[in-house]
């Protein structure tokens, strides 16, 4: 399991820096996800990607919920409304289930493709100040190492806590 880490550096070579000191520190470098001001280079560092900047994970949760409820209750009518004709089993009701939760997910998805992550509008301000957010990805036993690094080898950078949950896929 890991947790996902949030600092603001004031610049790109402080953001180069703390990368160098992640590697050293055996950090991979694909746990590494750096966001800046559109129109604005971060040369060899390994930008954000759309999942990273997108709010597509919470949508796709947020579809697979509603879409099952939905196709539970859906499941359950079709199941106790006895359609002349259809003599439809009990399976019905998990079919209808699994069925709804994948397509309220795939219908989520497209919309939460396309609309910027709800967790970094906190940071809108800096990153428009030319400021360069770091995500880093940390396994959960080494979060407090982490933070004191960079306390110690950055001091203008700013801590901006943890993410409370990281999906193990990306």
Known sequence: MRKRLYFVLPDLGSAVQ?????????????HMHFLARRGMSL?????????????????????????????LAVGIVLYLLKIEGLNLQLVTIPIATVLGALFGAWAASLIGISTPNTMLKRFD??????????????????????????????????????????????
């Open 43 to 71: 040369g060899k560092l390994h930008e954000a990607n759309w999942f990273q900047k997108s709010d597509l994970r919470h949508s796709l949760l947020m579809g697979f919920a509603i879409g099952g409820c939905g196709g």
């Open 18 to 30: 703390t990368a160098n000191d992640m590697l050293l520190t055996r950090i991979e470098d694909r």
């Open 125 to 170: 301000r800096e990153i428009g100040e030319g400021r360069v957010l770091l995500m880093v990805d940390v396994p959960t036993g080494r979060v407090e190492e982490i933070q004191d690094l960079v306390h110690d080898r950055h001091p203008e950078a700013s801590d901006h806590g943890i993410e409370p949950t990281m999906p193990a896929f990306p």
